[in-house]
T-cell receptor, first 111, second 109 residues
């Protein structure tokens, strides 16, 4: 099992709907999780971090962490065409500063 | 992020040539990461430094790759000799969680 897994997509969502992106992780990662957004031809950009069980909201974005089931999600409300990008899930590794990366999910918001 | 500067932004070279990629960090961030990204392999960590010291270079593909961090805000990644399979986007990132530079798109012909 990979340490951090994501469905590569593409995930197609109509404009205005909720986009739900999921990521599962193994026991070999620590309990810090991050969502990055990467537009085509650009570098990854940190959009959310979550460390505790439950939900964390920031504007239209909500990160959800469920430690019992070992998954972390990113919800995007009122999705816009500008949200179309690849979303990378990353988890911290114990005892150092490394991040373990998922392969990314390509999200397409259709007008 | 304007705090991580990479140069050059694009590099096209011929197989066998030496390539040097450069990264300048935001002051006060003491960790630096070099990544490589391709469509096939995604984002791969090559090496990371903490306080100028290389901590983990297990991701460096082979001896053709080397990295240095001579001071707290500057690092280089060198490929000698370069090969077509080295073609990728190379990112430098700082701190934890990581903030990425704009990347260098390397094409080896």
């Amino acid at each position: 099992q990979k340490e951090v897994e994501q469905n590569s997509g593409p995930l197609s969502v109509p404009e205005g709907a909720i986009a739900s992106l999921n990521c599962t992780y193994s026991d070999r990662v620590s309990q810090s999780f991050f969502w990055y957004r990467q537009y085509s031809g650009k570098s990854p950009e940190l959009i959310m971090s979550i460390y505790s069980n439950g939900d964390k909201e920031d504007g239209r974005f909500t990160a959800q962490l469920n430690k019992a089931s070992q998954y972390v999600s990113l919800l995007i409300r009122d999705s816009q065409p500008s949200d179309s990008a690849t979303y990378l899930c990353a988890a911290g590794r114990d005892s150092n500063y490394q991040l373990i990366w998922g392969a990314g999910t390509k999200l397409i918001i259709k007008p | 992020d304007a705090g991580v500067i990479q140069s050059p932004r694009h590099e096209v070279t011929e197989m066998g040539q030496e390539v040097t990629l450069r990264c300048k960090l935001i002051s006060g961030h003491n960790s630096l990461f070099w990544y490589r990204q391709t469509m096939m392999r995604g984002l791969e960590l090559l090496i990371y430094f903490n306080n100028n010291v290389p901590i983990d270079d297990s991701g460096m593909p082979e001896d053709r790759f080397s990295a240095k961090m001579p001071n707290a805000s500057f690092s280089t990644l060198k490929i000698q000799p370069s090969e077509p399979r080295d073609s990728a986007v190379y990112f430098c990132a700082s701190s934890f969680p990581q903030y990425f530079g704009p990347g260098t798109r390397l094409t080896v012909l």
